[in-house]
């Protein structure tokens, strides 16, 4: 994206899309970030059903919870483990659904 102060062309952060302005938006809409000032940004939240990775060669992001774990109120830095009679068999943003009936 187009980074004013420095009148150059800086690399997009993999949690942001940008388009060759100088207005990157949210990859992962509901998430949040700092603008630094200096033409880098930190993630600083996540969403509900996403946690915040902070992987050393693709740095930030924002990533969807795994098969039997969730994000229920977003800030995630780990999902956690699903409740006792509830289930998720995928990786996805939903929460834990209830079992069913007589199941456990």
Same mark, same amino acid.
């Given at each position: ?6 009148? !150059? =062309? *800086?690399?997009? @952060? $993999? ?8 207005? @990157?938006? *949210?990859? *992962?809409? %509901?998430?949040?970030? $700092? /603008? /630094? %000032?200096?033409?880098?940004?930190d993630l600083t939240r996540?969403? +509900? ?6 992987? +050393?060669?693709?740095? #930030?992001?924002c990533l969807a919870c %795994? #098969? %039997?774990?969730? =994000?229920? $109120?977003?800030?995630? !830095?780990?999902?956690?483990? =699903?409740? @006792?009679? !509830?289930? #998720? &068999?995928?990786? +996805? *943003?939903?929460?834990?659904?209830? =079992? @069913? +009936? &007589? !199941?456990?």
């Open positions: 994206f187009w980074y004013q102060s420095s009148m !150059t =062309c *800086v690399e997009c @952060p $993999a949690f942001l899309r940008c388009d060759g302005d100088d207005t @990157p938006e *949210v990859e *992962v809409p %509901g998430s949040e970030y $700092a /603008n /630094n %000032g200096d033409g880098t940004f996540c969403p +509900a059903g996403y946690f915040l990775s902070d992987d +050393a060669v693709s740095g #930030k992001e %795994g #098969k %039997g774990t969730e =994000c229920k $109120a977003g800030g995630c !830095t780990t999902c956690s483990s =699903c409740e @006792p009679g !509830t289930y #998720k &068999d995928e990786t +996805a *943003v939903y929460d834990c659904l209830q =079992c @069913p +009936a &007589d !199941t456990y």
